[in-house]
């Protein structure tokens, strides 16, 4: 069945899905959000799998904000857009018309919006192993977003990191406390299917590097010894 089959008959039951299937389906979604209903069952196993992931000194640092209300999606993309624009005056040439292309989001798209925060107070003072990485909590939040997105593959379901906004802005429009850090506003809902190749990649923007080219032997920088 295709994936685009697969989002169209979401159901109560978990799907069978190789992980490696999954991990290589993944694609950051803008344009192929239906606005189709996401029914709680799913959404609650996949909010599951993203509270499931590992947090340093199991301190599970994160927040989920889910974002339906109209109003409140159309600010965020105005303020979205705007940056985009942001971003756009900066290029020129062959890297601007590139960039014209892109859509960066799909907040008015998608089913729901789902802000994801870090609050590096949570398990504190004593936060078993942040003391010498002050940034753990951060990367454990990032391996909750992670668990959601494969889980959400798994569903049938497209999942779009928009990343062009302030978090200030963000924490305004949610109500966000001080102290708590918004780290996603992640686009979530049914898709008409998961494209083959990621945009940046389609689009020209960027190519996906060879393995053999990020893999480094004992120290950085040195190759598989002969």
């Not at 802005?169 to 949610?174: P, Q, T, Y």
């Amino acid at each position: 069945m295709t994936i685009a089959g697969r989002a169209s008959k979401l159901t109560d039951t978990a799907p069978a899905a190789d992980l490696y299937d999954v991990i290589n389906r993944r694609r950051d979604v803008r344009r192929e959000f239906t606005g189709g209903e996401l029914p709680e069952p799913v959404l609650r196993r996949v909010l599951t799998a993203a509270h499931s992931a590992p947090s340093v000194g199991l301190s599970q640092p994160w927040d989920f904000v889910l974002v339906r209300d109209d109003a409140t999606r159309r600010a965020f993309r105005e303020h979205v857009l705007a940056e985009r624009s942001v971003f756009a005056s900066q290029l020129d040439g062959e890297r601007a018309e590139t960039f014209a292309k892109i859509k960066v989001e799909g907040i008015v798209e998608s089913s729901l919006g789902i802000a994801v925060t870090y609050d590096p107070n949570r398990g504190a003072p004593q936060v078993l192993g942040r003391h010498a990485i002050a940034d753990a909590g951060l990367y454990s939040v990032c391996l909750a977003i992670q668990n959601l997105w494969l889980a959400a593959t798994a569903e049938g379901l497209g999942v779009g990191w928009v990343s062009f906004y302030r978090e200030e802005f963000l924490r305004r429009l949610l109500g966000i406390p001080q102290g708590v850090r918004p780290v996603a506003w992640l686009c979530v809902g049914p898709v008409r299917s998961l494209a083959d190749t990621p945009d940046l990649e389609r689009h020209g923007w960027r190519q996906r590097l060879p393995l053999e080219q990020v893999v480094h032997y004992d120290k950085y920088g040195q190759g598989r010894s002969r």
